[in-house]
């Protein structure tokens, strides 16, 4: 059981230590379709702004 525990955990870091690259829009693995997929929407509200702004209102 501890071996198996072990091997979850070296699993889970090296998903954790990974990051957003463009190419993972090409990809086939579910965990980079989800990462730029993710990354995608994440750009877009950022580049979108406040709540405020798509209102129209002006500072």
Request: aromatic content about 8%.
């Amino acid at each position: 059981m501890a071996k198996k525990k072990n091997q979850m955990n070296e699993d889970s870091r090296k998903i954790a230590e990974k990051d957003f690259e463009p190419s993972y829009y090409n990809e086939e693995s579910q965990f980079e379709k989800g990462l730029a997929e993710t990354h995608e929407q994440v750009s877009d509200d950022y580049s979108e702004g406040t709540i405020d702004r798509k209102e129209g209102k002006e500072d």
